[in-house]
């Protein structure tokens, strides 16, 4: 069982920035691997960013890359997700996910994740 806790949320101006936290705790040495994602509201659950704690390894879409920044504290089991250049189109709910088992399948596919947090709200204003 693992338990993972966002923060960080909240509302900002359009060209802010934000840094998100995704805290885990439990059988934190289950996961293979993590992933933040987004859910604008109408649309389909997104990838923003992928970890692999074991390769200490990145991955981010197309569409955010050099916008968005992801990285690890080990020491408290915490993963950061850096925001800059905040737009409008920023306006979701972020999700920190974690997979305790990989098959190969891309890091952005949420049903990919068994364990979820309960995600904290981004607001960007114009």
């Known amino acids: 069982q693992v338990q993972l806790v966002e923060s960080g949320g909240g509302s900002v101006q359009a060209g802010g920035f934000l840094r998100l936290s995704c805290k885990a705790s439990g059988n934190v040495a289950s996961i293979v691997r993590m992933a933040w994602f987004r859910q604008i509201s109408g649309k389909e659950r997104e990838g923003v960013a992928g970890?692999?704690?074991?390769?200490?390894?990145?991955y981010y879409p197309e569409s955010l890359k050099g916008r968005v920044t992801v990285y690890q504290d080990y020491a408290i089991n915490t993963l950061y997700l850096l925001i800059n250049s905040l737009e409008p189109g920023d306006t979701a709910m972020y999700y920190c996910?974690?997979?305790?088992?990989?098959?190969?399948?891309?890091?952005?596919?949420?049903?990919?994740?068994?364990?979820w947090g309960r995600g904290t709200q981004v607001t960007v204003s114009s």
């Open positions: 996910a974690a997979a305790s088992s990989f098959d190969g399948s891309p890091w952005d596919d949420p049903r990919e994740h068994n364990y």
């Open positions: 970890f692999w704690p074991g390769r200490n390894e990145p």
